[in-house]
DNA sequence: AATGAATGAGAATTCATTCAT
DNA sequence: AATGAATGAATTCTCATTCAT
């Protein structure tokens, strides 16, 4: 009788924990040695679970992406008037602020890094689809091209916030390009 | 006889030189000896002119961005009406937006490793600014907060662009921003 | 209700069946791992029956050698004539041809990195000498002398075809060798 | 001005004192750290000069087989008589016998772990055929089968002596080797 | 007995940096 | 000033061995 471990469930919660270490400091300058012992591991360890730190990395990433779309599904499930909803996005959205950026920075790293294949691109992309949905139901926007520059405001504070920016914020530049966005179909 | 060269001009030419390298591979995962080869000169000629890797990264950071400012200046001075300068500047960003997201690589790439100081941070934000300024010359913004909107919406789209998107671009949501801000403004 | 099996029967076995994964990768490039794949089984059941990869090693070379003796042993005794002999020596080496290649890899291997002990040598000479005087019947020879120069023939074949040479045999080779010794020795 | 080294030139010494050691340990047992240190260098000087432990051993094994050429080929260029020529061989042969019983112990090694590509194997055998040739003038044996045996009785002597049997000899065995074929051919 | 997860020392290799020329 | 050889600490990764189940 072995150990009795769930191999699979093991690694996901090792790549859990590796997530802020990899965002932190990024994908090359970080250590495997770090990183095993920021989760608490041996590097022998992380090796029987990766068969390598590009491996690692890239997991990480689709399992960041891919929690990241099922929460914000989740969040939706239980509600059923807009109201409700609208709350719920807010909150998440500024609630998760800081795991937004973090998981931006490992994309952007891993954009550099490697040749970003259709599959992976198509995970980001949903990921991205899905909270620009989000955002957009919050505000109650429908014309794509709109969400999709709605899409580019968030981004825009992304970097903003990633890059040290104090002076702007979700609940602000959201807002206010919320009202904008009433104010101009108001006239139409 | 010493070869007649400006130690100080050459020096901002290696740094010229090595501005892909970096802003391609990122700070960590490049060498000293592909920045040597890169630009041609041996790993001592290169720690002749820069005491180590990271001084090259930070005066590599300081030049650039000192550099993006001189160029917005000098766009704008021989014109004098808006719609030059309209013209100018949407050529500009335009034909900047590889330069753009270069550098904006480069710097969040700085700021993951570096605690970016005062100083450093005062030069990059003053780059934004001009950008941000130019823009808001162009689609004849003068509300703060509106602006600082716009820069949102800029670095949005630098963030897409560099992460692959091919949906977006600056002409497309600038200029729907532009329409929407009109929209909503004329309202008023 | 333990498992019946016989505890040093099972060890024979193991060693039995890592024989060819020792010698095809030789010692130091062969892992435990790959040698308890290879086999079948655990690493923890590798190292139950054997108290490190050094000591399986040794025991490896061990029975490898004793099992060859008692092989070489158990052909002739049901035979009497000595031409029935020489035919079942003949048809003997060749069929094990490549069982004596690898056995001598592992010997090559063994002598390398370890100090190989009088115990150990005696086995070794004790097995060449078995093949030795095995063929030395086939051929009629009794010089001791001269016996020492057809084990030289014979390990020459064996290191030929080990280094992949493939115009020799020892059929060829050794025929030769009896024809000239023939003739050598009718002139006296 | 670069410091002043003849590249290729070092990496050839390099080899050189390198060969005593893989030949002692063997490829996969010696350490590029222990290479390094046991020739008097850096790891970072090795890896300077050899991309990998791999081409090292490969280059290793190239060098010191044209070596080998080239000695047994100088040898007898200047001599004219049969005499001379044999007591060259002679005393060339057992000269060399350590360093060819660790060419022979690098090139067991060498086939084990890479799949020899027809260049390599020619080496080998070139060099093998030179040393046939050598023995063959100096035993006065014109027979091409009969060069092949002394191949094999050669080699059959090295093995031997490379598993530390010490009761055989290139001068005994090959004396005795060409005693015997003397007597047989004396009598056609 | 049997498994395979866990360990950490040690392997190959890289790389910022120094230094002789 | 310029070169590139040399260094060795640090990196990624491996593997014999141990141990909980």
Known sequence: ????????QYRKELLAKSFNLFAEK???AITM???AQGIGVSTGT?????????????QLIEQSCQES????QSRMKNTQTLRERL??????????????????QL??????????????????????HRHEQAAAEMLEITNPEIVKLLGCVI??????RMLGSREISFTKQLGLFGEILAASSEKN
């Open 33 to 35: 040695r770090q990183v």
């Open 155 to 160: 981004d825009g504070v992304l970097l903003g």
């Open 69 to 72: 779309i099922l929460t914000v």
């Open 107 to 128: 994309w952007i790293d891993f954009c550099q890094h490697h040749a970003v294949n259709p599959k992976d691109l198509s995970l980001w992309q949903r990921m991205n």
């Open 1 to 8: 009788m072995p150990k009795i471990v769930d191999h699979d």
């Open 46 to 58: 992380l090796y029987h679970y990766f068969p390598s730190k590009e491996v690692l990395f890239e």
């Open 87 to 104: 709350a719920l996005v807010a909150e998440y959205i500024e609630e998760q602020e800081e795991k937004l950026i973090r998981q931006t």
């Open 26 to 28: 990024g994908y090359a």
